[in-house]
């Protein structure tokens, strides 16, 4: 069975960073691309970012295009997003998903495409 477990969250402020990481295990990380995705109150889980499975594709939303990163460590079984210069407007609950993919350059970006999911970790940025 896969398991996610996200940390890194906090409170923080406009202008500040935070990396979030997720911990993968289960069955043979490099074989499972990886997202993250964001829900602020009131409104809809959104696809944030997304890596191949191999690491060598990445996605981003554009909205955050420019001030987020995401990477992963095969080694380490764990994806990070480094988020700089942080906005109020990225306040949400942040879940990394993982599904398994067939190629090495396929990025899902919407929720029914993932399989599972973390418990979610808080992101604060006040003004």
């Known amino acids: 069975q896969v398991q996610l477990v996200e940390s890194g969250g906090g409170l923080v402020q406009a202008g500040d960073s935070l990396r979030l990481s997720c911990v993968y295990s289960?069955?043979?990380?490099?074989?499972?691309?990886m997202g993250w995705f964001r829900q602020a109150p009131g409104k809809e889980r959104e696809f944030v970012a997304g890596i191949s499975r191999s690491g060598g594709n990445t996605y981003y939303v554009d909205s955050v295009k420019g001030h987020f990163t995401i990477s992963r460590d095969n080694a380490k079984n764990t994806v990070y997003l480094q988020m700089n210069s942080l906005k109020p407007e990225d306040t949400a609950v942040y879940y990394c998903?993982?599904?398994?993919?067939?190629?090495?350059?396929?990025?899902?970006?919407?929720?029914?495409?993932?399989?599972?999911w973390g418990q979610g970790t808080q992101v604060t940025v006040s003004s």
């Open positions: 998903a993982t599904t398994r993919t067939y190629t090495e350059t396929h990025i899902p970006r919407t929720m029914n495409e993932y399989d599972y």
């Open positions: 289960g069955r043979t990380f490099s074989l499972y691309a």
